[in-house]
């Protein structure tokens, strides 16, 4: 025993004294473990990145990349390690996960005020969504916007222009189902679809915990969405659960979903194009949609060590080559501004059509059973489309069962 | 002359109606094989198609590519397999002891073991997970074995059989002076091997499936299993449906040859539950 421990502190001398030789000047090499959902080919963006900043920070910082599945899982595995007390360093996160365990996040404020590169350059609904719940608990990393994607061969052969408003969306709905029997548009997000038209309309949605969206404009826009079912210039996702399938078959001649989504469509005998979504009578309104950063290293110096990695992938050069490699968007004004982004706008219609409408992005707030409240939402208006329910009875079963939730 | 007729009718009767059940069976295997080798417009074609129009195996390289398959395959033969061997030795032991000996309290405490059956899995997932951390072992295969080795249903299901065994059998073997450990293991599991081995591969299949707890106790590529690599193809945007049917049928091959190897004594297990011996 005694031997042991005399054996182990002249070893760490020397180990001591060999580390004081070889690397006088160097910081203790720190590593920081990342948490992330992203596959496939977002994955090897993400390792590119990451490889890149291990290897030019000059800091000894090594970045552990931990793919934990889908945001599900790793959602459920944070949770898990909130009460394990055994957090990453850093991980993806959406706002309405951390609720339950913000004290284990590290508020941002001090650091964006001293040692960040012009945090005013994130886009404004960024920095409104990190801010949610006061301080500033994340940073936007890997954001999407809903796009239009529709089938410029078949808009061009009926002469159909791509629509700008609801009255345009509808006048070529009933233009395509005559000439081709076919729907023009369907909708991925049910949820994403009621608010931003209940936005567009001039309404609020629900705001600080009150149902906002049963006013008159909202019963319009609900209206308006029915109608478009009712009348077959819309279908429902269904079993497809994404229309980029039905879409690139031909089957529905244009659908709204993540800018994300762009590298599921395989066009089937024609050219798709893209284009900002439809804007209301009042105004535009398009959900965004996307992770975002949050920091919960405790210890100082990884904590500094992630914030480095967190200023290198938002930085303008990084956020662009990201957005690049994979279709999410730049998350500052500078990315959208620098010329190789500027490059590559020109040839890539789903980036310019990001572009001409994230200045009337939202974020969804959070609120009481806020993703239960989301995913009811869907379902009631998906039953309202297949029972063909008159849009007063389909707004009084959503307001009762939303109000139930909220006052939960 | 009428009667062979009669039987003859029933016979293929019969037939079409197994062929029937094997078919409707077989379908989603044959439907996950056809998927994976088709593209993915063809995929969610309407209408759909049987075969593919074009015969697409390089779905499997693809597949193959997107995960370290290989590492993931190797952890999850290691942790079915010996976990499905501490899952039977725990099993018999504990059935032999509230089956076959007397102690104090022994319908009490079982009757507490059955009461745990009642708790749905998921509901102990954060707290076994505090545990596993407790003890040091997130992200090594203890936490991906030892969580599970004790399963109370096994040990009621083969408890149900061990009290089958006539007790003479028990009280003639202890006149020839042979020990509890020695008729357990010459005498009750050669004579339950069928319930046995229908719980090993109950086991196998659990293991070779199981997704959540692994992915939550498993961090570095080096531990994590097959089922963890199938969410590869799944993004919020989109799913790769013919990769990850590709993926799932090279997941499944295993089990499926487990189930022939295993084949007559499942069904014996299954079927036979009269005493033996």
Aim: hydrophobic share 45%; with cysteine; charged share 15%.
């Amino acid at each position: 025993m005694k031997l042991k421990s005399i054996l182990v502190s002249i070893l760490g001398a020397g180990l001591f004294l060999a580390l004081a030789v070889v690397a006088p000047v160097s910081a203790e090499p720190v590593t920081v473990e990342f948490w992330h959902a992203m596959s496939g080919g977002l994955q090897d963006a993400l390792v590119a990145l990451t490889d890149e900043f291990n290897a030019t920070n000059g800091q000894d910082i090594t970045v552990e990349l931990v793919n934990q599945g889908g945001y599900g899982d790793l959602s459920k595995k944070l949770m898990a390690s909130v009460a394990a007390d055994t957090l990453p360093d850093m991980a993806q996160v959406y706002n309405n996960w951390i609720t339950g365990y913000l004290d284990s996040v590290v508020a941002l404020d001090d650091l964006v005020a001293t040692n960040f590169d012009n945090y005013d350059d994130i886009l404004e609904s960024y920095r409104n969504e990190g801010a949610e719940y006061g301080p500033i608990y994340t940073i936007g990393f890997n954001k999407s916007i809903q796009i239009f994607f529709y089938n410029k061969t078949q808009f061009a052969e009926l002469g159909l222009e791509v629509p700008t408003t609801w009255e345009e969306l509808e006048a070529a709905g009933k233009v395509a189902l005559e000439a081709t029997g076919k729907p023009i548009v369907g909708y991925d997000d049910l949820f994403g679809l009621f608010q931003q038209y209940v936005q567009q309309n001039g309404s609020g949605f629900v705001v600080d915990g009150k149902i906002e969206f049963n006013s008159p404009e909202g019963l319009e826009a609900l209206t308006f969405i029915l109608n478009l079912y009712k009348n077959g210039y819309a279908r429902l996702a269904g079993e497809d659960v994404y229309l980029s399938g039905p879409f690139g078959n031909g089957d529905v001649l244009a659908y709204v979903g993540s800018s994300a989504g762009a590298a599921y469509i395989q066009p089937k005998d024609f050219e798709y194009g893209a284009a900002p979504l439809p804007k209301g009578p009042v105004k535009g309104s398009v959900p965004q949609a996307g992770t975002n950063l949050a920091l919960f290293a405790q210890d100082a110096a990884k904590q500094t060590a992630a914030w480095e990695y967190i200023k290198f992938l938002t930085s303008a050069d990084a956020t662009v080559e990201w957005a690049i490699a994979t279709g999410y968007l730049p998350v500052r004004t500078s990315g959208f501004e620098s010329a190789t982004y500027q490059a590559f706008m020109e040839e890539n219609e789903v980036a310019q059509a990001a572009y001409a409408q994230v200045g009337d992005q939202y974020f969804e707030p959070v609120f009481n059973n806020s993703y239960d409240i989301r995913s009811l939402i869907s379902t009631e208006i998906e039953t309202a489309i297949l029972e063909e329910k008159t849009p007063e009875d389909a707004m009084n079963t959503i307001v009762e069962k939303v109000q139930a939730l909220l006052d939960n | 002359m009428g009667d062979g007729i009669r039987r003859k009718i029933t016979v293929v009767l019969t037939h079409v109606f197994l062929m029937a059940g094997a078919m409707i069976t077989l379908l989603p295997f044959v439907w996950m094989i056809l998927t994976s080798l088709k593209d993915a417009g063809e995929i969610v074609q309407m209408p759909p198609t049987f075969f593919p129009s074009v015969w697409h195996f390089d779905n499997y390289l693809k597949a193959f590519a997107a995960a370290p398959f290989g590492q993931y395959f190797i952890n999850t033969l290691f942790v079915t397999i010996v976990g499905t061997i501490l899952t039977v030795f725990i099993t018999i032991l504990t059935a032999f002891g509230f089956s076959r000996l007397r102690f104090p309290g022994r319908d009490v405490i079982f009757s507490i073991l059955l009461a745990t059956l009642m708790i749905p899995g998921e509901m102990l997932i954060i707290t076994n997970f505090v545990t596993v951390s407790k003890l040091g072992w997130v992200d090594t295969r203890e936490a991906l074995i030892f969580p599970w080795i004790a399963n109370v249903f096994y040990i009621y299901l083969l408890r149900q059989f061990f009290m089958q065994m006539p007790d003479a059998l028990y009280y003639a073997a202890k006149v020839d002076a042979c020990s509890d450990w020695r008729y357990l293991w010459k005498i009750m599991v050669p004579n339950n091997r069928h319930a046995i081995s229908t719980i090993a591969i109950l086991n196998a299949i659990g293991c070779w499936n199981a997704f959540l707890w692994p992915l939550i106790v498993t961090n570095s590529e080096s531990k994590r299993v097959l089922s963890i690599g199938l969410v590869r193809f799944q993004t919020e945007a989109g799913t790769h449906f013919e990769l990850l049917m590709a993926a799932s049928a090279i997941l499944v091959v295993p089990m499926i040859i487990l189930y022939l190897l295993l084949r007559n004594q499942i069904i014996s297990g299954v079927t036979r539950s009269g005493i033996k011996g």
